[in-house]
């Protein structure tokens, strides 16, 4: 059984939820970060749906989320003193770690890979789908690969309709934008695989270190989900354009960063996003599905300083433009 549509969180939704999930069967649900694709992650046949589901190929590995700090012991065989130091500072929340796994998690969910992120997610549905279910959720986010990420139900329902057997509607994503994702090696060494919702300088704080990039070389599996050159991207095609740029012809769409253009023409639509990173990265998403369509043959945006506070922003909107 497949569904196209969503239903409203409630304990009964999430209970038949965790029925499905028990079944083998695909779960959509929100985060604080973006809504998953959820499945039984102990469960190989279950996880290769994900896969099929969203185009995605198997070397990407994906996120195993939990309902308690408790359960990483679980998914991974290590856990080095920086692991418990991050998890204590940003547990619940939109912190991946990548660690050792544990021979209980299939190799499907990790590409192949020896290791494999974890997360404690803090949104409340998500968690208590994840305790109903009585297993840990493998789950990228909710979209066809390399597409935009799902901040609402109703973008799920429009990527992935007749693919999942449930949508469960928990609102609006909270961060909207995906989990940061650190490596931590055995002795403890942190680097930084993919920006996010934490900032690099928080967790810089916590350890008392500066935390470097790591690096891929692009041959086999990469370590984080996210680290492809394209990725979060619009059908419609993507342009990043300073304030002073001119605009394209046709009909379009402008997303604009802090304060509307004057003067723009009537066939164009603009959308105005504060010029803060949080407030920003909250509505990006939306607003590039908002105008994902194929009235529009273009879609410009204003990005961003290329500021610390920005990386997270700026990344994806660089793998969003990428041709």
């Given at each position: 059984?497949?569904?196209?549509?969503?239903?409203?969180?409630?304990?009964?939704t999430?209970?038949?939820?965790?029925?499905?999930?028990r079944?083998?069967?695909?779960?959509a649900?929100?985060?604080?970060?973006v809504y998953?694709?959820?499945?039984?992650?102990?469960?190989a046949?279950?996880?290769?749906?994900?896969?099929?589901?969203?185009r995605?190929?198997?070397?990407?590995?994906?996120?195993?989320?939990?309902?308690?700090?408790?359960?990483?012991?679980?998914?991974?065989?290590l856990?080095?003193?920086?692991?418990?130091?991050?998890?204590?500072?940003?547990?619940?929340?939109?912190?991946t770690?990548?660690?050792?796994?544990?021979n209980?998690?299939?190799?499907?969910?990790?590409?192949d890979?020896d290791t494999?992120g974890v997360?404690?997610?803090?949104?409340?549905?998500?968690?208590?789908?994840?305790?109903?279910?009585?297993?840990?959720?493998?789950?990228?986010?909710?979209?066809?690969?390399?597409?935009l990420?799902p901040?609402a139900?109703?973008?799920?329902?429009?990527?992935?309709?007749?693919?999942?057997?449930m949508?469960?509607?928990?609102?609006?994503?909270?961060?909207?934008?995906?989990?940061?994702?650190?490596?931590?090696?055995?002795?403890?060494h942190?680097e930084?695989?993919?920006?996010?919702?934490?900032?690099?300088e928080q967790?810089?704080?916590v350890l008392?270190?500066?935390v470097a990039d790591a690096?891929?070389?692009?041959?086999?599996?990469?370590?984080?989900?996210?680290m492809?050159e394209r990725?979060?991207a619009?059908?419609?095609?993507?342009r990043?354009?300073?304030?002073?740029?001119?605009?394209?012809d046709?009909a379009g769409?402008?997303?604009?960063?802090?304060?509307?253009?004057?003067?723009?023409?009537?066939?164009?639509?603009?959308?105005?996003?504060?010029?803060y990173?949080?407030?920003?990265?909250?509505g990006?998403?939306?607003?590039?599905?908002?105008?994902?369509?194929?009235?529009h043959?273009?879609?410009?945006?204003e990005?961003?300083p290329q500021q610390?506070?920005w990386?997270a922003v700026?990344d994806r909107?660089?793998?969003?433009?990428?041709?």
């Open positions: 059984m497949t569904t196209s549509h969503a239903v409203v969180a409630t304990p009964e999430i209970a038949l939820a965790a029925a499905h999930l079944a083998g069967d695909l779960v649900f929100p985060t604080e970060t998953g694709l959820g499945a039984n992650a102990l469960d046949a279950a996880v290769e749906k994900i896969f099929i589901a969203k995605r190929p198997r070397s990407s590995p994906l996120i195993v989320h939990i309902a308690d700090a408790q359960d990483a012991r679980k998914v991974v065989r856990w080095p003193n920086a692991a418990e130091l991050l998890a204590r500072h940003f547990w619940p929340g939109p912190l770690m990548v660690l050792p796994k544990s209980a998690i299939p190799a499907i969910v990790s590409g890979l494999v997360r404690l997610p803090e949104h409340p549905v998500a968690r208590a789908l994840i305790r109903a279910a009585g297993v840990p959720l493998a789950a990228p986010s909710a979209n066809e690969f390399m597409q990420s901040t139900a109703s973008h799920v329902a429009r990527s992935l309709a007749g693919r999942v057997a949508i469960l509607d928990g609102g609006n994503s909270d961060a909207g934008i995906e989990s940061t994702v650190v490596s931590i090696s055995a002795e403890g942190v930084l695989l993919r920006p996010g919702a934490v900032r690099r967790i810089e704080r008392g270190t500066a690096h891929w070389d692009k041959q086999g599996s990469a370590p984080s989900p996210g492809h990725h979060y619009p059908h419609t095609p993507l990043l354009v300073s304030r002073q740029s001119p605009l394209p046709g769409a402008l997303i604009s960063l802090g304060t509307a253009r004057p003067n723009l023409p009537n066939d164009l639509t603009e959308i105005v996003l504060p010029a990173p949080e407030a920003y990265a909250r990006l998403y939306a607003a590039l599905h908002s105008v994902d369509h194929p009235d043959a273009w879609i410009a945006l990005p961003p610390p506070a990386e700026n909107l660089r793998r969003a433009a990428s041709p």
